[in-house]
């Protein structure tokens, strides 16, 4: 089945900073990239997406970039605030299951 | 809309009890998906449904799992006999179909003591 890592685990940086996580997955029928946002106590929130047939996808101060060759995607914050401050989770999937990365804790510090 | 609606949020019982999750997907999807949050083994999927019928629960843990869904409007999770280590957040999230953006609701937080 499909496997996806994710790094950093945390990230800490300072407010206007910014912030990459990136993410691997190992099955390449895989197609479809969505990142999430976690709050506390909360459940996660789809913040960006990318489906296969697109390189960069970008939504104000996020983005988002594939290399299918490669099997990696990662999200770009730029100009961080404190409210980035979640755990934010990459995913894969081809048509209906969702796998999961472990999870990155970014801390944004004032 | 008022988004995926899980209940109860927070549930607290004891080991051998039966425990009952319940969601409320967003009104016109027709996909659902039940999964488990543990600091050890991150997000998994457990089971889910499209069109009220459950397509691939190989993610259920084991017997004392099961799922239902029996209109499109609510589904349930029960574990039964329950255990510490069911101990987990549980979430639902649903969609318009199985490829499209799944929508999580807040969770329900399982403690089995």
């Known amino acids: 089945g499909e496997n996806v890592e994710q790094h950093p685990s945390t990230l800490s940086v300072q407010e206007g900073d910014s912030a990459v996580i990136k993410c691997t997955y190992s099955d390449s029928a895989s197609n479809y990239f969505p990142w999430y946002k976690q709050e506390l106590g909360k459940g996660p929130q789809l913040i960006i997406d990318?489906?296969?047939?697109?390189g960069e996808k970008k939504d104000q101060r996020i983005a988002v970039t594939l290399n299918k060759t490669a099997k990696h995607f990662s999200l770009h914050i730029t100009e961080t605030q404190p409210e980035d401050s979640a755990v934010y989770f990459c995913?894969?999937?081809?048509?209906?299951?969702?796998?999961f990365g472990g999870g990155t804790r970014l801390m944004v510090k004032p | 809309d008022a988004g995926v609606i899980q209940s109860p949020r927070h549930e607290v019982t004891e080991m051998g009890q039966e425990v009952t999750l319940r969601c409320k997907p967003i009104?016109?999807?027709?996909?659902l998906f039940w999964y488990r949050q543990t600091m050890m083994r991150g997000l998994e999927l457990l089971i889910y449904?499209?069109?009220?019928?459950?397509?691939?629960d190989s993610g259920m843990p084991e017997d004392r799992f099961s799922a239902k869904m029996p209109n499109a409007s609510f589904s349930t999770l029960k574990i039964q006999p329950s255990e510490p280590r069911d101990s987990a957040v549980y979430f639902c999230?649903?969609?318009?179909?199985?490829?499209?953006?799944?929508?999580f609701g807040p969770g329900t937080r399982l403690t089995v003591l």
């Open positions: 995913a894969a999937s081809r048509g209906n299951m969702l796998t």
């Open positions: 990318i489906r296969s047939n697109v």
């Open positions: 999230a649903s969609s318009f179909s199985t490829v499209d953006t799944q929508y």
């Open positions: 009104s016109g999807h027709n996909s």
């Open positions: 449904f499209n069109n009220n019928v459950p397509i691939d």
